[in-house]
């Protein structure tokens, strides 16, 4: 199939659909263009940070027209939260999943609306230069590189042409803190009294120049996503 469709003279993408089987992750991006990496998703927490703790070991090989998708978009159905949704759909685009609503849009709620229309995290899926998705580089409540279904890693960021995407989710049944710490993430450069121009990904709040991190409380599956931007100078710290 893949050899026929490269015969044609148009862009097509090719989906491939085999759920995760045959270890679809080493070979999908040779492939086709986007690959299940799972079982079918279904619209609840369990299941969703199920597919979260799965992907996050599956997504070396994503990159510009190679996605590892994670099943539609749930937003909208169910019983999640909106706490829950807002993770749904924040890691959903920082994986460079593809992005297929799921629910019939003029019966959605506003504030569900302006989840799968924020426009940092859809920048951030369709990004022109870094085709890389967000990638964890802390697990949390876990050790690093622990698979565990409940308890996904907890701490991402990702590379984009506005800044570093910086994702903080609570995998806990209650409301907890989580902090980023500038020096803890791959694509910082960090060293004592080093800040950075922060965004709130979901206000759109200028946080201004944060210092060598920041710290949120976040309620139970809920997640922080910051965009952190260019280096503050030292007379914007004054």
């Not at 993408?13 to 079918?40: F, H, K, P």
């Not at 703790?53 to 090989?61: C, H, I």
């Not at 706490?83 to 749904?88: F, L, P, Q």
Request: charge should be negative; hydrophobic fraction near 40%; proline fraction near 4%.
């Amino acid at each position: 199939m893949r050899d026929a469709l490269l015969t044609q003279n148009h862009t097509i993408l090719y989906s491939i659909c085999e759920w995760g089987q045959a270890n679809v992750a080493s070979w999908g991006n040779e492939t086709g263009n986007s690959w299940r990496m799972s079982a079918d998703i279904t619209p609840d927490w369990p299941r969703i940070a199920e597919i979260l703790n799965m992907n996050s070991f599956l997504l070396n090989n994503v990159d510009f027209w190679g996605h590892s998708d994670a099943d539609m978009l749930e937003v909208g159905n169910g019983d999640l939260t909106l706490a829950e949704t807002r993770s749904h759909f924040a890691f959903w685009a920082a994986m460079k999943s593809p992005l297929l609503i799921g629910t019939a849009l003029d019966r959605l709620p506003a504030e569900h609306v302006a989840i799968l229309a924020n426009k940092p995290l859809l920048e951030f899926s369709q990004d022109e230069v870094y085709g890389k998705p967000a990638m964890p580089y802390k697990w949390g409540v876990n050790p690093d590189w622990t698979f565990n279904a409940s308890h996904p890693a907890e701490y991402w960021s990702g590379a984009s042409v506005k800044g570093t995407l910086v994702l903080m989710i609570n995998t806990l049944g209650e409301e907890a803190a989580r902090e980023a710490k500038w020096d803890e993430v791959p694509q910082l450069e960090s060293r004592k009294g080093y800040a950075y121009h922060v965004m709130d990904v979901w206000t759109g709040m200028d946080l201004g120049c944060v210092e060598g991190g920041l710290k949120v409380m976040l309620e139970s599956h809920d997640t922080a996503v910051l965009l952190v931007g260019e280096k503050c100078e030292s007379k914007e710290l004054r």
